[in-house]
Nanobody, 125 residues
Framework: LTQPEESGGGSVQAGGSLRLSCTNS????????LAWFRQATEKQRVGVAA???????DYAEFVQGRFTISEDIAGNTLYLTMNNLQTDDTAMYYC???????????????????WGQGTQVTVSS
């Protein structure tokens, strides 16, 4: 598996939308967990959303109802669709891959084998 690569970040006004993508190549395990994290300036990185091989999803409370995580299995691409963006959503967004396990404690960074380098999302008022 090569390092995941994120794209789709940018600058939007509050209330706008963006869709982030994360592509990776290589063997796809039968069990896995894929997640999005974000890190705002001078803050710790936190989990945003996760999806596993069964299609089960989970979200952080602060994005519930606004963000949707999804996966194109054939294309080895993970997505994060973000609607009604707010200034507090400004952060660097990272995708993370955990091979061999479904999402348990998906918010724990230590669970993931691979990380992308991030894509910046900036929301202005």
């Amino acid at each position: 598996l090569t390092q995941p690569e994120e794209s789709g970040g940018g600058s939007v006004q509050a209330g706008g939308s963006l869709r982030l993508s994360c592509t990776n190549s290589g063997v796809r395990y039968s069990r896995y967990c894929l997640a999005w994290f974000r890190q705002a300036t001078e803050k710790q990185r936190v989990g945003v959303a996760a999806i596993d091989n069964a299609g089960s999803t989970d979200y952080a409370e602060f994005v519930q109802g606004r963000f949707t995580i999804s996966e194109d299995i054939a294309g080895n691409t993970l997505y994060l669709t973000m609607n009604n963006l707010q200034t507090d959503d400004t952060a660097m967004y990272y995708c993370a891959v955990d091979l061999g396990e479904r999402c348990g404690n998906w918010r724990a960074e230590s669970a993931y084998n691979y990380w992308g380098q991030g894509t910046q999302v900036t929301v202005s008022s």
